[in-house]
């Protein structure tokens, strides 16, 4: 049997906010995304500052196609005019918008290379 780039998911690296944000998208499009992230939840590196307050307003961090996806789950988008911190963007928005997406986000996927048929560069994490 031939796969084809048909055959394949679009593969969206990291479940962070611009991960989340393409796989939003993709998925507004009818395409289904395979979000790999190699840390145990959705946006690790945000939950890593969680004290930290935005300089960005919940108006400026919600992504149209994600709140679109949220809607039918009763999400309520927060003050568009209050500062989250990191914890707050990371519990209220982005792990629902993870959740919404389900099976779609694989946890503890660590990518180590990405290559494509028919090129001969490859490019992975032992080369430099």
């Given at each position: 049997m031939t796969t084809t780039a048909a055959d394949l998911?679009?593969?969206?690296?990291?479940?962070?906010?611009a991960g989340l944000a393409a796989a939003a998208h993709l998925t507004q499009r009818g395409l289904l995304?395979?979000?790999?992230?190699?840390?145990?939840a959705a946006a690790g590196a945000v939950r890593e500052w969680a004290h930290v307050r935005l300089f960005s307003t919940w108006g400026?961090?919600?992504?149209?196609?994600?709140?679109?996806?949220?809607?039918?789950?009763?999400?309520?988008?927060?003050?568009?005019?209050?500062?989250?911190?990191g914890g707050d963007w990371a519990e209220q928005y982005l792990q629902p918008l993870a959740d919404v997406l389900g099976d779609r986000v694989r946890l503890g996927a660590r990518?180590?290379?990405?290559?494509?048929?028919?090129?001969?560069?490859?490019?992975?994490?032992?080369?430099?």
């Amino acid at each position: 049997m031939t796969t084809t780039a048909a055959d394949l998911p679009v593969v969206v690296i990291g479940a962070g906010p611009a991960g989340l944000a393409a796989a939003a998208h993709l998925t507004q499009r009818g395409l289904l995304p395979l979000v790999l992230e190699s840390g145990p939840a959705a946006a690790g590196a945000v939950r890593e500052w969680a004290h930290v307050r935005l300089f960005s307003t919940w108006g400026e961090l919600v992504d149209p196609a994600a709140e679109k996806l949220l809607a039918p789950t009763g999400w309520t988008h927060p003050d568009p005019s209050a500062y989250p911190s990191g914890g707050d963007w990371a519990e209220q928005y982005l792990q629902p918008l993870a959740d919404v997406l389900g099976d779609r986000v694989r946890l503890g996927a660590r990518v180590t290379g990405v290559s494509r048929v028919g090129r001969d560069r490859i490019v992975d994490a032992d080369r430099d």
